[in-house]
């Protein structure tokens, strides 16, 4: 167990909807990064914030959106949902987002099915 | 697109047989992460080894790194049908903060 934890476990959704996953981060933690993985392949990076403010985006639309609270907890909001937005979605803290100096720990994820 | 590659896609052993897997990558590194998910589940944090590092144990786990090659490897001894997962590299670039991921190696460890 990592510390980090991500509700709800699974979730389905309609085409078009929108949906609020969240993710509470390891105790000393301030940094939290999302990831997309679809099923049969890696991670993917969507985002990463750090003390409150988006720190590093990767190839998502912009109706992928977050936040971070001030007690670095943090939430991943996808509108209009497609069908290819179908994945597990992977939150990670880490003590620092310097350059993967430090490992991160990453939560059992949110099974997104949209259909 | 996707940083590293794993190689092989799948690999099924023995119980008490080494298992071994490699890693590609692109562009240049800071640090080399290797991660293991059982089932679809979160990443479970295994090993890191630096840019400036060859070799690093940890346990039954033996990983090497080559810059020149942009290539990592990962032995696991003496494997145990609990080592049955996905096993994944991850990069974390010179210039950004996030890990890239390769599509993973499957591990089948027969009892």
């Known amino acids: 167990e990592t510390g980090v934890t991500q509700s709800p476990t699974h979730l389905i959704k309609t085409r078009g909807q929108q949906v609020t996953l969240r993710c509470s981060s390891q105790?000393?933690?301030?940094?939290v990064s999302w990831y997309q993985q679809a099923l049969g392949q890696g991670p993917q990076f969507i985002f990463q914030?750090?003390?409150?403010?988006?720190?590093g985006r990767g190839n998502f639309p912009p109706r992928f959106s977050g936040l971070q609270f001030p007690n670095y907890s943090s939430e991943l909001n996808v509108n209009a949902l497609e069908l290819d937005d179908s994945a597990l979605y992977l939150c990670?803290?880490?003590?620092?987002?310097?350059?993967?100096?430090?490992?991160?720990?990453f939560g059992p994820g949110t099974r997104l099915t949209v259909t | 697109s996707q940083q590293g590659e794993e190689d092989p896609q799948a690999l099924s052993i023995q119980e008490g047989e080494n298992a071994t897997m490699n890693c590609s990558y692109k562009?240049?590194?800071?640090?080399l992460q290797w991660y293991r998910q059982n089932s679809g589940r979160g990443l479970v944090h295994l090993i890191l080894?630096?840019?400036?590092?060859r070799e690093k144990h940890s346990g039954r786990l033996r990983v090497t790194l080559d810059t020149s090659k942009k290539s990592s490897s990962l032995l696991i001894t003496a494997s145990r049908a609990a080592d049955t997962a996905s096993y994944f590299c991850?990069?974390?670039?010179?210039?950004?903060?996030?890990?890239?991921f390769g599509a993973g190696t499957t591990v089948t460890v027969r009892a």
């Open positions: 990670a803290s880490s003590f620092s987002p310097d350059r993967g100096r430090y490992e991160q720990y």
């Open positions: 105790s000393g933690h301030n940094t």
């Open positions: 914030y750090y003390r409150e403010e988006e720190n």
């Open positions: 562009t240049s590194i800071n640090n």
């Open positions: 080894i630096r840019s400036n590092e």
């Open positions: 991850a990069t974390d670039g010179v210039y950004d903060y996030k890990l890239s």
